[in-house]
């Protein structure tokens, strides 16, 4: 599904991501627990890149002509009334965190909370599956445009 030349790094990105997304998308918690784990292994620098560019990418299309607090208050709302049914730990700061970090709003790692950094993909995905559902949109070409800044940049940095 991802390209062939794109060092497995960004593949196991984009595909933990892709599965994460679908399970969130489907309330399926058992899959969406497999994929965040797969996503928690994953170098979490490079998946917040991915993560935090497709929720901008998709929060630029939702709102073209700018995005207010209503329209923030309103993702996170609607994330986290869905998400509440299937989701028994659900953390709303953690979609906030999420949300604004993706927005250059925040730092997580300035955040005075001790932050579980390892769960912040597996919000990432709530958001995303929330956004493309809004969206009424398919995932997989936000995920390929994301993973292929972390593939460049990993390939850039390979010694030739």
Do not use: F, K, N
Not at 66 to 79: P, S
Not at 95 to 115: F, H, I, K, Q, S
């Amino acid at each position: 599904m991802w390209p062939t030349e794109w060092p497995s790094a960004a593949r196991e990105i984009a595909d933990a991501t892709d599965a994460a997304v679908a399970a969130a998308r489907a309330a399926e918690p058992e899959s969406y627990a497999e994929a965040a784990a797969r996503l928690a292994a994953l170098d979490q620098e490079q998946v917040t890149v991915v993560h935090a560019s497709i929720v901008r990418e998709l929060l630029e299309e939702l709102h073209p002509d700018g995005l207010t607090g209503d329209d923030v208050q309103a993702v996170l709302a609607r994330c986290a009334r869905s998400a509440a049914v299937w989701v028994p730990d659900l953390d709303v700061s953690m979609l906030v965190v999420v949300l604004t970090g993706a927005l250059g709003l925040t730092d997580p790692d300035e955040d005075p909370r001790p932050l579980a950094r390892a769960d912040l993909p597996r919000y990432a995905a709530l958001i995303i599956a929330d956004l493309l559902a809004t969206a009424d949109a398919a995932g997989s070409g936000y995920i390929r445009r994301a993973s292929g800044v972390i593939a460049r940049a990993v390939t850039l940095e390979l010694p030739g």
